[in-house]
């Protein structure tokens, strides 16, 4: 056999190798011994939702004694923010929520044996962080109740004003900051267009 004949056989056989393996070999999955099972479950939508009941009884609970129903019903200004600081607060609750399911996916590692140094590092920062997260969140409310007060604040020294104005006793709750402002300007122009001595002029002869 010559030294071309060898090398061909040689290549042959390494093509029917590789094609024989490929066809033994198992794909991904199809091992369920060497499948790792999840470390934990979790349905994240409904950690959404969990996370959004909970924003809203929060900001309800901070704010209910400051903005009453009727204010909020009326004021279109009031209902943007809330559900905006809904979403805000809702964004905060979930992160910290996935964070300590991480935290006792960690917990649980280390139980099972896995005390590496790197795991008790990791650890001991990831529990850092939910202290500063839980520091953000109580910030965070106090902040928005202070706000929601000066809104109150705002919102009845505009209703007294135009009461005021208009001499009437009716709740004006149904305007936003900027109707409150364009009313209260309409209604002092009326008052001095009614306080004006209007003459006519006379044509000269």
Do not use: W
Request: aromatic share 4%; hydrophobic share 35%.
């Amino acid at each position: 056999m010559t030294a071309k004949e060898e090398k061909e056989k040689l290549e042959r056989m390494i093509m029917d190798s590789q094609s024989a393996l490929e066809g033994n070999v198992p794909g991904q999955g199809e091992i369920p011994e060497l499948e790792k099972a999840p470390s934990f479950d979790i349905d994240y939508d409904q950690v959404q939702k969990d996370c959004d009941k909970q924003a809203k009884k929060l900001l309800k609970s901070a704010t209910g004694l400051v903005i009453g129903d009727e204010m909020t019903k009326n004021n279109s200004f009031l209902r943007e923010k809330i559900k905006t600081d809904i979403v805000s607060l809702a964004g905060m609750l979930y992160q910290m929520e996935i964070k300590k399911i991480m935290q006792r996916d960690l917990m649980e590692e280390v139980r099972h044996g896995n005390k590496g140094a790197r795991m008790y590092e990791v650890f001991a920062g990831l529990g850092k962080v939910i202290s500063e997260d839980n520091k953000q969140l109580v910030q965070t409310v106090e902040a928005l109740k202070e706000t929601y007060i000066s809104l109150r604040g705002n919102i009845e020294e505009r209703n007294e004003e135009l009461r005021q104005l208009s001499g009437e006793n009716n709740k004006l709750l149904s305007m936003g900051s900027r109707g409150m402002i364009e009313q209260a300007k309409q209604l002092k122009m009326q008052r001095r267009l009614e306080k004006m001595d209007i003459k006519d002029v006379e044509p000269e002869d």
